[in-house]
């Protein structure tokens, strides 16, 4: 086995991991495998930290850059990874304070969006 084909098999297991489902292409399928291969491959795979802590790094950055898709996509992964809802609220309770009330009120209603998708049974897919 070549060396990035075992990079891009350990990150399209990454990523299942994460969000439980399969990577999607969507319309740019050539930056969907620099996404497997290289950060899911690469760098969520890397030791010293749990997966469950570069989640909550990965949902606190998307927080506080106010990128929607990609916060209902890790608000998502947050919840598939057993995080429960109150810590992802506290998160961007506290997330006020380092970026803004506007990140914080932005990140909660995206959060309340996505809690109400869930309670529904709404599709809840959001990333890649």
Do not use: C
Not at 53 to 72: G, K, N
Not at 85 to 104: F, S
Request: glycine share 8%.
């Amino acid at each position: 086995m070549s060396q990035p084909l075992a990079r891009h098999e350990r990150g399209e297991a990454m990523f299942k991991h994460v969000f439980g489902r399969e990577p999607r292409p969507g319309s740019y399928p050539d930056f969907l495998k620099l996404t497997i291969d290289h950060l899911f491959g690469e760098i969520w795979t890397r030791p010293h930290l749990s997966v469950e802590e570069r989640e909550l790094i990965a949902l606190t950055a998307v927080a506080l850059a106010r990128t929607d898709w990609e916060l209902r996509g890790h608000i998502g992964a947050a919840l598939h990874l057993g995080m429960p809802r109150e810590k992802i609220v506290e998160i961007i309770i506290q997330l006020a304070y380092y970026g803004g009330w506007p990140v914080a009120n932005n990140g909660l209603r995206i959060a309340q969006e996505v809690f109400a998708e869930l309670d529904t049974g709404k599709d809840t897919d959001h990333d890649q």
